[in-house]
C-alpha cells in the first residue's frame, strides 16, 4: 500500500514525525531509517518495517534538512555503539577511499578523530570505527593519508589545508595512546629499564590483556608487579584461586588509565573450556567474576574475542549478563545488532559469581564450574 501527498517533517534529536495535510501523522525514530538516498533534491528513507518514505519538494530547505536528519542520525547511531565521549576534532567533507576485505568504498565523510579511535561517517552509509590498537601503519605521502588497520585500510584525499591539521592530530592520538600505557608502567615499575617499560606497553595498548608468557618473555618482574596491582584494587584472592584452576601461561592481565582513573582486567581459561573474566578500579564497588564458555582448541580466539569486545563496547559488562527482558528497549539491544563482537561474547556467557564472603563466592564459582563440566 503506498500513499503520497503534501506534509509536514518535524525533526528532532531522536525520531521523525511526519504530519500529513488532513492525515494521519507518521512517526518512527531515528534507529528506524537503515539508510538514507539522496538524489535530484529527493530524500529516500528506507525503514526497519521495509517501507520506504520518499522526501521530495523540500525547497530551499533541502540541504539544511538533509545536513540535521543524517547529523541527529549519526548521532544515534555512535550512542547505541556505546560511543558516548566528545571526538577531539570533526572534519566535514572529507574525500576517501577505503578497502576492507573484497568490499570498496569512495566519496565523502565525516571524520571524527577521538583519543582511541578514529569514525568515519559516510554520507548515506552507517560509521566506519578504526580502533587505534588494531592500526598498523599510518602513512603521509603525496598529500594523502593512508590508514591500514586489522580489518581495513582507508586512504583520505584531496585535505588541502586541514591536511597538516589531521596529520597533527592523528600523531598526537595516537602518540598520547602509546604514552598513556607507558606512563602506567613506568609509574607501576620505577626500576625496570624504560626499554622493557616500551616493549610491554606494546602488547598493553589501549587496555589490551597480554599473556603472562609473553610478560615474562620481557620481563618477570612486570609480571609480578602486575599481579600486586590486582591486590591493591582488591581482587587478588579471587585471581590466586582461579590461577589455581588455570594454564598459567594463558593467564592475561589488562592495564588502562583513562581520566586519572586506573583500570585493571584479567582473563583466566580454566580446563580450556572456561574463561573467566573479572576488571576492578579503585572506585569499583560492585565486583563480579563473568565465565565464558570456550570452544575445545580455541583458547587463543577466545582470549582474543573476548578482548575485542570488551574494547569495543567501552569496557560495558550490561549488555554481557542482562536478561533479554532488561536488554530489549536499550541502547543496548541496539548495540548488540551493531556490535558483532559484542553479540558473540554475549553468546558465551555462562554466568557471573558476585563478590560476597570470599568463602561464599569460593562456593559460587565452585558450583558453576562443575555445571559446566559435571
Request: with cysteine; hydrophobic share 35%; glycine share 4%.
Given at each position: 500500500m503506498s500513499?503520497?501527498g503534501e506534509?509536514?517533517?518535524d525533526?528532532?534529536?531522536?525520531s521523525?514525525?511526519?504530519?500529513p495535510?488532513?492525515?494521519?501523522?507518521?512517526?518512527f525514530s531515528?534507529?528506524d531509517?537503515?539508510k538514507?538516498?539522496?538524489e535530484?533534491y529527493r530524500?529516500?528513507l528506507?525503514?526497519t518495517?521495509?517501507?520506504?518514505?520518499v522526501?521530495?519538494?523540500?525547497?530551499y530547505?533541502?540541504?539544511d534538512?538533509?545536513?540535521?536528519l543524517?547529523k541527529e542520525r549519526n548521532?544515534m547511531?555512535l550512542s547505541?555503539?556505546l560511543?558516548k565521549?566528545?571526538?577531539k576534532?570533526t572534519?566535514s567533507?572529507?574525500?576517501?577511499?577505503?578497502?576492507?576485505?573484497k568490499?570498496?568504498?569512495k566519496g565523502?565523510c565525516e571524520?571524527?578523530?577521538?583519543?582511541?579511535?578514529?569514525?568515519?561517517?559516510p554520507?548515506?552509509q552507517e560509521p566506519v570505527?578504526?580502533?587505534?590498537?588494531?592500526v598498523?601503519?599510518?602513512?603521509d605521502k603525496?598529500f594523502?593519508?593512508?590508514?591500514?588497520a586489522?580489518?581495513?585500510?582507508?586512504?583520505?584525499?584531496?585535505?588541502?589545508?586541514?591536511h597538516?591539521?589531521i596529520v597533527?592530530?592523528?600523531s598526537?592520538?595516537i602518540n598520547?595512546?602509546?604514552?598513556?600505557?607507558q606512563?602506567?608502567?613506568?609509574?607501576?615499575f620505577?626500576?625496570?629499564?624504560?626499554?622493557l617499560i616500551r616493549?610491554?606497553?606494546r602488547?598493553?595498548?589501549?587496555?589490551?590483556?597480554?599473556k603472562?608468557?609473553?610478560?615474562?618473555?620481557?620481563s618477570?618482574?612486570?609480571w609480578?608487579?602486575?599481579?600486586?596491582?590486582l591486590?591493591?584494587?582488591?581482587?587478588k584472592?579471587?585471581?590466586?584461586?582461579?590461577c589455581?584452576?588455570?594454564a598459567k601461561?594463558?593467564?592475561?592481565?589488562?592495564l588502562k588509565k583513562?581520566?586519572?582513573i586506573?583500570?585493571i582486567?584479567?582473563?583466566?581459561?580454566?580446563?580450556k573450556k572456561?574463561i573467566a573474566?573479572?576488571?576492578a578500579?579503585?572506585?569499583?564497588?560492585?565486583?563480579?567474576?563473568?565465565f565464558?564458555?570456550?570452544?575445545?582448541?580455541?583458547v587463543?580466539e577466545?582470549?582474543?574475542e573476548?578482548?575485542?569486545a570488551?574494547?569495543?563496547s567501552n569496557?560495558?559488562r550490561e549488555?554481557v549478563?542482562?536478561?533479554?527482558?532488561?536488554?530489549s528497549g536499550t541502547?543496548y539491544e541496539i548495540?548488540l545488532?551493531?556490535i558483532?563482537?559484542l553479540?558473540?561474547l554475549?553468546?558465551?556467557f555462562?554466568?557471573?559469581?558476585i563478590?560476597t564472603?570470599?568463602?561464599?563466592?569460593?562456593?559460587?564459582v565452585?558450583k558453576?564450574?562443575?555445571?559446566?563440566n559435571?
Amino acid at each position: 500500500m503506498s500513499s503520497q501527498g503534501e506534509a509536514k517533517c518535524d525533526l528532532s534529536k531522536d525520531s521523525l514525525t511526519i504530519l500529513p495535510k488532513l492525515g494521519e501523522p507518521i512517526y518512527f525514530s531515528l534507529r528506524d531509517i537503515v539508510k538514507v538516498t539522496q538524489e535530484n533534491y529527493r530524500i529516500t528513507l528506507s525503514l526497519t518495517s521495509n517501507e520506504t518514505l520518499v522526501l521530495a519538494d523540500l525547497g530551499y530547505q533541502y540541504e539544511d534538512f538533509l545536513r540535521q536528519l543524517l547529523k541527529e542520525r549519526n548521532r544515534m547511531v555512535l550512542s547505541d555503539e556505546l560511543i558516548k565521549e566528545e571526538a577531539k576534532k570533526t572534519f566535514s567533507d572529507i574525500q576517501y577511499e577505503s578497502i576492507s576485505g573484497k568490499r570498496r568504498g569512495k566519496g565523502e565523510c565525516e571524520l571524527k578523530i577521538y583519543g582511541d579511535k578514529l569514525v568515519m561517517i559516510p554520507k548515506n552509509q552507517e560509521p566506519v570505527k578504526i580502533y587505534l590498537n588494531e592500526v598498523v601503519k599510518v602513512e603521509d605521502k603525496d598529500f594523502s593519508i593512508s590508514i591500514a588497520a586489522k580489518e581495513i585500510t582507508v586512504k583520505l584525499l584531496q585535505l588541502g589545508e586541514r591536511h597538516d591539521q589531521i596529520v597533527n592530530l592523528l600523531s598526537e592520538v595516537i602518540n598520547a595512546s602509546s604514552a598513556n600505557i607507558q606512563q602506567t608502567l613506568q609509574e607501576l615499575f620505577p626500576t625496570i629499564n624504560p626499554s622493557l617499560i616500551r616493549s610491554a606497553s606494546r602488547l598493553l595498548k589501549e587496555g589490551r590483556t597480554a599473556k603472562k608468557a609473553d610478560i615474562e618473555k620481557i620481563s618477570p618482574k612486570i609480571w609480578e608487579e602486575m599481579e600486586k596491582k590486582l591486590g591493591r584494587l582488591g581482587v587478588k584472592e579471587e585471581y590466586d584461586y582461579l590461577c589455581a584452576k588455570a594454564a598459567k601461561d594463558l593467564v592475561s592481565i589488562g592495564l588502562k588509565k583513562d581520566n586519572g582513573i586506573e583500570f585493571i582486567w584479567f582473563l583466566i581459561p580454566i580446563d580450556k573450556k572456561v574463561i573467566a573474566l573479572e576488571s576492578a578500579t579503585a572506585e569499583d564497588d560492585g565486583k563480579a567474576t563473568y565465565f565464558f564458555r570456550t570452544e575445545k582448541g580455541r583458547v587463543d580466539e577466545t582470549l582474543a574475542e573476548i578482548n575485542d569486545a570488551m574494547i569495543k563496547s567501552n569496557f560495558k559488562r550490561e549488555p554481557v549478563y542482562f536478561p533479554d527482558e532488561k536488554i530489549s528497549g536499550t541502547p543496548y539491544e541496539i548495540a548488540l545488532k551493531k556490535i558483532p563482537e559484542l553479540k558473540r561474547l554475549r553468546s558465551l556467557f555462562i554466568g557471573r559469581v558476585i563478590h560476597t564472603s570470599t568463602e561464599t563466592w569460593q562456593k559460587n564459582v565452585d558450583k558453576l564450574l562443575i555445571s559446566v563440566n559435571p
